[in-house]
T-cell receptor, first 115, second 109 residues
Framework: GAVVSQHPSWVICKSGTSVKIECRSL??????MFWYRQFPKQSLMLMAT?????????EQGVEKDKFLINHASLTLSTLTVTSAHPEDSSFYIC???????????FGDGTRLSIL | GQNIDQPTEMTATEGAIVQINCTYQ??????LFWYQQHAGEAPTFLSY??LDGLEEKGRFSSFLSRSKGYSYLLLKELQMKDSASYLC??????????WGAGTKLIIKP
C-alpha cells in the first residue's frame, strides 16, 4: 500500500519552457502533498506543502510565481516550473501522506534538465 | 530552533552491524522517522517510532529515547545493497517533518 506515482521521470527542455510534473497517490487519499528539490549530493529541500483544496504553503526563498502548485483532488498534485532556466535543473520529488501523523511516501522523482 | 543531527558518513563491512545515530530538537514531537535513499533515487520509508524503545523489522531496527531526544537505526547482516543515505526526520507539533542532512553509509566487501 501507500504508492505514489510521479510523472514524468525525466524532462529535458529548452530554457524558457514551462514544465508540469504530476504526483498521484494511487491507493490512498493524500490529505497533504509535499514538493522537494534535491541538488546532487545535497539534502532534500522542502519547497512547499499543499493541502487538498487550498493554496500551497511555500518555504522561505521559494518563488510561488515560478513554482506553481495545484492540489485539486485528494489524489493529485501538480508542480509547474514556469519559464524554466538552467539553474532550475534539479531532481524534484513529491511525497504524500494520508492522516497527519502518518509517514510521507515518496514518488520516484523527476529529473529536470534545462538546456 | 529545530535541529536534527546525524553523522555525515559511515563505513562498514559486508555482513557486519552498523548503528546510525540521530539526535533531534523540535518544537513538539509526534514521532521519529527513518528513510533510505539510494543515489539518484527518491527516499523510501523504513521505520517510525513514537514511543520509547526498539522496533524491529527484519534486518533493520530503530530505537527511540524521547527523554534524550535520541534515535538510532541499526542495520544487521549488512549487504552491499544497503549502501545508501539514511535520513532521520522528526515530526514536530504541526505534523511537519524536520529532516536531517542524511548519513551516507558505505559498505565494503
Amino acid at each position: 500500500g501507500a504508492v505514489v506515482s510521479q510523472h514524468p521521470s525525466w524532462v529535458i527542455c529548452k530554457s524558457g519552457t514551462s514544465v508540469k510534473i504530476e504526483c498521484r497517490s494511487l491507493d490512498f487519499q493524500a490529505t497533504t502533498m509535499f514538493w522537494y528539490r534535491q541538488f546532487p549530493k545535497q539534502s532534500l529541500m522542502l519547497m512547499a506543502t499543499s493541502n487538498e483544496g487550498s493554496k500551497a504553503t511555500y518555504e522561505q526563498g521559494v518563488e510561488k510565481d515560478k513554482f506553481l502548485i495545484n492540489h485539486a483532488s485528494l489524489t493529485l498534485s501538480t508542480l509547474t516550473v514556469t519559464s524554466a532556466h538552467p539553474e532550475d535543473s534539479s531532481f524534484y520529488i513529491c511525497s504524500a501522506k494520508g492522516r497527519e501523523y502518518e509517514p510521507q511516501h515518496f514518488g520516484d522523482g523527476t529529473r529536470l534538465s534545462i538546456l | 530552533g529545530q535541529n536534527i543531527d546525524q553523522p555525515t558518513e559511515m563505513t562498514a563491512t559486508e555482513g557486519a552491524i552498523v548503528q546510525i545515530n540521530c539526535t533531534y530538537q523540535t518544537s513538539g514531537f509526534n514521532g521519529l522517522f527513518w528513510y533510505q535513499q539510494h543515489a539518484g533515487e527518491a527516499p523510501t520509508f523504513l521505520s517510525y517510532n513514537v514511543l520509547d524503545g526498539l522496533e524491529e523489522k527484519g534486518r533493520f531496527s530503530s530505537f527511540l529515547s524521547r527523554s534524550k531526544g535520541y534515535s538510532y537505526l541499526l542495520l544487521k547482516e549488512l549487504q552491499m545493497k544497503d549502501s545508501a543515505s539514511y535520513l532521520c526526520a522528526s515530526m514536530d507539533s504541526n505534523y511537519q517533518l524536520i529532516w536531517g542532512a542524511g548519513t551516507k553509509l558505505i559498505i565494503k566487501p
